[in-house]
């Protein structure tokens, strides 16, 4: 979750952050809407660790296959860009017709993310 100048701007984890527990999503905006009182998040378990390293080696693996079994893959490189980099890059990419991009920028104004996995349709 992030203010903008338009408004809030929600993430897909901020999504599963409220399905999963309202309170926690209070909380996210509580502390981004008073900084100065902020409620300490917990420390994070060594369970939680593994199981996000677990899931970037699975992304990884998949992204892996994909090039192997030869389909055109567009990989967009999220490191130190713009939001409005992301977006063009993204979007260059489905106009260039690639049959996966991986870490797409999807963003509507209110609402933002990437796509671990993003196919093209017929």
Do not use: C
Request: glycine share 4%; charged share 30%; net charge negative.
């Amino acid at each position: 979750m992030q203010r903008t100048p338009q408004g809030l701007l929600y993430s897909p984890s901020d999504l599963i952050r409220f399905m999963e527990s309202p309170y926690a999503s209070w909380i996210t905006r509580f502390n981004l809407e008073n900084p100065d009182r902020a409620i300490a998040k917990d420390a994070e378990s060594e369970e939680l660790r593994i199981l996000q390293d677990r899931g970037i080696e699975h992304e990884s693996d998949f992204l892996k296959k994909l090039v192997q079994d030869g389909l055109d893959v567009h990989v967009i490189d999220t490191e130190h860009k713009t939001r409005e980099a992301l977006i063009l890059e993204t979007q260059e990419a489905m106009e260039h017709g690639y049959a996966v991009i991986f870490q797409a920028f999807l963003h509507d104004g209110t609402f933002q993310g990437y796509a671990d996995f993003l196919f093209k349709q017929p």
